[in-house]
């Protein structure tokens, strides 16, 4: 082989390599955008990195995140989903919280949305249809909110000498506050006394049971928020401390003391999440990809708490109970 045929066939072979790494398409990035604050709900993400990888995706393999947290201060979110977009994401997935996802549908529609909220995705604007969602978002919808009335309902089966009630809401969230509200004025008409208290901050929820226990509530309901499922040992702690009856929308607070919740799966909801993001990462357009509604209703009820608060509960309440903590 003549000298200058060897450096030729050798500079394309070290050059060779350098080419093909350039056409390689980067690592998708996921941008995960989340009205509370990193280890809050280390369940939850745990659940959505099963989901996705039952799609084929492992974070640090295949696929990276990135995080942005608001801390609870929802007022956060729209710096917070500008810079993921800045940072050239492929997805933002909202874990549950309808202040996150109507931040990064606002911000972008482009970008695909995953996200999992606790009403109806049509009536906040983030799909126009459940079957045909059309835009670039698509979802869980794991109706906690729309509960509120047969949680109401539970509360008087268990507590059925009640008469004033006070109701925790998150004004941050208004969303959601705003369709508590309107549940539980129907209550007001069967003759339950309602008083509200306004939490977005953890010595605000301090601040709540103090003038709680101050006005002689019978019991409290505490509103779905994903701020306040960040705070749920706290808020378990303080109805305990005062001897409060409390009833929640989520089985995380029954876990974490609190006296009884009702209120569907929303760590599998959060699973299916992963599942969708990993679908349109393989291409499928969320346009495409059907609004998910849970189905799975589960009753949790915290006997331990039950009796510290010298509450009996009745055989009927017990019966349909999908978990007991003892």
């Keep these: 082989m003549r000298r200058r045929e060897f450096i030729t066939l ?16 980067a690592m998708p990035v996921i941008g995960f955008l989340s009205g509370t604050s990193a280890g809050a709900q280390p369940h939850w993400f745990a659940a959505f990195r099963k989901g996705l990888g039952e799609t084929g995706y492992v974070e640090g ?8 947290w608001a801390e609870g201060q929802y007022n ?6 500008e810079d993921l977009i ?19 549908k606002a911000a972008t529609m482009t970008i695909p949305i995953v996200f999992s909220v606790a009403d109806d995705p049509v009536t906040l604007g983030l799909v126009a249809s459940l079957a045909r969602p059309g835009g670039n978002a698509t979802g869980v919808n794991f109706f906690v909110a729309e509960l509120t009335g047969k949680r109401l309902g539970i509360l008087r089966e268990l507590l059925p000498k009640t008469a004033r009630l006070s109701v925790l809401l998150n004004p941050s969230n208004i969303e959601i506050a705003e369709r508590a509200l309107e549940d539980v ?4 008409a069967i003759g ?5 208290l306004n939490a977005s901050t953890s010595d605000e929820i301090d601040a709540a049971f103090t003038t709680l226990v101050s006005n002689r509530a019978d019991a409290l309901l505490v509103a779905p928020d994903s701020f306040f499922n960040s705070r749920r040992v706290q808020i378990a702690i303080l109805a305990a401390h005062y001897s409060v009856p409390t009833i929640y929308a989520q089985r995380d607070y029954a876990e974490a003391g609190g006296l009884i919740s009702y209120g569907t ?3 599998d909801s959060v699973r299916q999440q992963g599942v969708y993001t990993g679908r349109i990462l393989n291409g499928i357009k ?12 589960e009753l949790v009820i915290n006997l331990r708490t039950a009796k510290t608060l010298g509450i009996s509960v009745p055989d009927s309440v017990l019966a349909r109970a999908d978990e007991v903590i003892e």
Aim: proline share 11%; hydrophobic share 50%; no cysteine.
């Design 185 to 188: 004025k129907a209550a007001a």
């Design 76 to 81: 956060r979110l729209p710096a917070l989903v």
């Design 10 to 25: 050798l500079g394309g072979a070290a050059a060779w390599p350098l080419g093909a790494r350039a056409q390689q398409p």
């Design 61 to 68: 393999h295949n696929v990276s995140f990135e995080y942005r």
């Design 86 to 104: 800045r940072r050239h994401v492929s997805v933002i997935v909202t874990p549950p919280s309808i202040p996150a996802a109507l931040a990064a």
């Design 265 to 267: 799966d929303v760590t």
């Design 286 to 297: 969320p346009a495409d990809l059907p609004v998910i509604q849970s189905t799975k209703f």
């Design 192 to 196: 339950l006394q309602i008083q509200v």
